[in-house]
Nanobody
C-alpha cells in the first residue's frame, strides 16, 4: 500500500513559481513510477509529468515543457514538481500518483497508476 500526500500549492501571480511536493509512504519507493496530473474546474483530468523508478527518464506534457521540472528524492521518498513561469491556464488541482509500470506511466495513462493523493490547489492569477 502506498500513501501519497501533496503540498506546496497556493495562489501565485502569472509568471511566478511554485514547488509542489509529494510525500510517499511506500516500502520500496524506487520501484514506483511517479506522476503528476491536474484537473481544472469543468475540465477532464490532464497528465502533466512522470518520472521513472529511480529518477531516470522523465516525461512532461508539451504545454509545460521548459517551465516545469520533475524530480524525486529516493532517500526521502519525495516527488517534486518545480513550476516556473506559471500561467493562468495552469490553475488546477494537482494530484500525485504512483504506479509499478513505467511503460504506461510515461504515456500519461491514468490506468498505469495504482495510488493517488488527494491533491493540492494551484491558482495562478493574471
Amino acid at each position: 500500500q502506498v500513501h501519497l500526500v501533496e503540498s506546496g500549492g497556493g495562489l501565485v501571480q502569472a509568471g511566478g513559481s511554485l514547488r509542489l511536493s509529494c510525500a510517499a509512504s511506500a516500502p520500496r519507493f524506487s520501484r514506483y513510477a511517479m506522476g503528476w496530473f491536474r484537473q481544472a474546474p469543468g475540465k477532464e483530468q490532464e497528465f502533466v509529468a512522470a518520472i521513472s523508478y529511480s529518477g531516470g527518464p522523465t516525461k512532461l506534457v508539451d504545454s509545460v515543457k521548459g517551465r516545469f521540472t520533475l524530480s524525486r528524492d529516493i532517500t526521502e521518498n519525495m516527488l517534486y514538481l518545480q513550476m516556473d513561469s506559471l500561467k493562468p491556464e495552469d490553475t488546477a488541482v494537482y494530484l500525485c500518483a504512483a504506479g509499478p509500470r513505467w511503460t504506461g506511466a510515461e504515456q500519461g495513462d491514468p490506468a498505469a497508476f495504482d495510488y493517488w493523493g488527494q491533491g493540492t490547489q494551484v491558482t495562478v492569477s493574471s
